[in-house]
């Protein structure tokens, strides 16, 4: 079974200047996560799609993020104009879980893209 | 909200030597708890979680951790490093999230050095 799978896996650019990620989940997985973990610290949720809808992005900086999931499947992370204190790995992850009451599902990770912004 | 708090951001130990990363959560409801390790330049991988069915929980790599209730903790252990254990361990709390979603929030991390 293949993993989830990001790229690219390094970015460098300047400040106020755009970019975007891309993330394929493994296939099936319901739930997709976007974290962001700067260094030294654990990562933090930006968004999360269930299928192709917005569950949670109560933590995107929406005046600079913007995220979707195209057809539930693929998704893009893009930040726009970029700051300096967005330099962090991106991680993308799946879940298999569907919406119901039971917690404890595994997610799977990618590799991450490490971005830095000078 | 649930959280997780990792004492110690960094350990190390001697190759053989007893390996001890501690987690401690706040949780209002019982929590489903999870271990993930990273290793350089990698995305996090599972190496075990608890979901009630067992205290003691046995994962991957002769790693093993115990829920405590009564500690509110959820510490892992692995008898006897080894040099690959070297990486970061992240200990997360899974909670309840919008639509009958669930996310994971995880601890700060604690870097494992392993000496020769």
């Known amino acids: 079974e293949a993993g989830v799978a990001q790229s690219p896996r390094y970015k460098i650019i300047e400040k106020r200047q755009s970019v975007a990620f891309w993330c394929n989940p493994i296939?099936?997985?319901?739930?997709l996560y976007w974290y962001q973990q700067i260094l030294g610290q654990g990562p933090k949720l930006l968004i999360q799609f269930q299928n192709n809808g917005v569950v949670d992005d109560s933590q995107l900086p929406k005046d600079r993020f913007s995220a979707e999931r195209l057809k539930g499947v693929d998704s893009t992370l893009k930040i726009q104009p970029a700051k300096l204190e967005d330099s962090a790995v991106y991680l993308c992850?799946?879940?298999?879980?569907?919406?119901?009451?039971?917690?404890?599902?595994?997610?799977?990770f990618g590799q991450g893209t490490r971005l830095t912004v000078v | 909200a649930q959280s997780v708090t990792q004492l110690g951001s960094h350990v190390s130990v001697s190759e053989g030597a007893l390996v001890l990363l501690r987690c401690n959560y706040s949780?209002?409801?019982?929590?489903?708890l999870f271990w993930y390790v990273q290793y350089p330049n990698q995305g996090l991988q599972l190496l075990l979680k608890y979901t009630s069915a067992a205290t003691l929980v046995k994962g991957i790599n002769g790693f093993e951790a115990e829920f405590k209730k009564s500690e509110t903790s959820f510490h892992l252990t692995k008898p006897s490093a080894h040099m690959s254990d070297a990486a970061e361990y992240f200990c997360?709390?899974?909670?309840?999230?919008?639509?009958?979603?669930?996310?994971?929030?995880f601890g700060k991390g604690t870097k494992l050095t392993v000496n020769p």
């Open positions: 296939s099936g997985h319901a739930t």
């Open positions: 992850a799946s879940s298999p879980r569907h919406p119901g009451p039971t917690l404890g599902t595994e997610a799977f």
């Open positions: 997360a709390v899974s909670e309840d999230n919008q639509g009958g979603s669930e996310k994971l929030v």
């Open positions: 949780s209002s409801v019982p929590p489903y």
